[in-house]
């Protein structure tokens, strides 16, 4: 059974900076494309960041230049390291396991961890 834990949220001024963490209990971690999702209240879960098997990342316009994902293949772990935090970017934060469908990506495990919740104070 696959199991993802983020963390490393909490509650921010705008301007400042936070840093994600998500372990994920797969196997062969090191093949899988990561990404991570954030859903804010009233909003459906949108795709922020991914990052290939071969390490290429990819964004979305609204984070752009401000977040960076990576991932540590010998910890299991993908990161997303956020800066310039503005108040939109509040939300809860969860990892997947991404498959490219030819024109996006979509998560590959149906269940989601606990994710972990940004506050960005304005």
């Known amino acids: 059974q696959v199991q993802l834990v983020e963390s490393g949220g909490g509650l921010v001024q705008a301007g400042g900076s936070l840093r994600l963490s998500c372990v994920a209990s797969?196997?062969?971690?090191?093949?899988?494309?990561m990404g991570w999702y954030r859903q804010a209240p009233g909003k459906q879960r949108e795709l922020v960041a991914a990052?290939?098997?071969?390490?290429?990342?990819d964004y979305a316009d609204s984070v752009k230049g401000r977040f960076t994902i990576s991932r540590d293949n010998a910890k299991n772990t993908v990161y997303l390291e956020m800066h310039s935090l503005k108040f939109e970017d509040t939300a809860v934060y969860y990892c997947?396991?991404?498959?490219?469908?030819?024109?996006?990506?979509?998560?590959?495990?149906?269940?989601w961890g606990p994710g972990t919740q940004v506050t960005v104070s304005s």
């Open positions: 797969i196997s062969i971690f090191r093949i899988y494309n």
């Open positions: 997947n396991a991404l498959n490219w469908g030819g024109s996006s990506w979509s998560p590959t495990f149906g269940s």
């Open positions: 990052i290939t098997n071969g390490g290429i990342t």
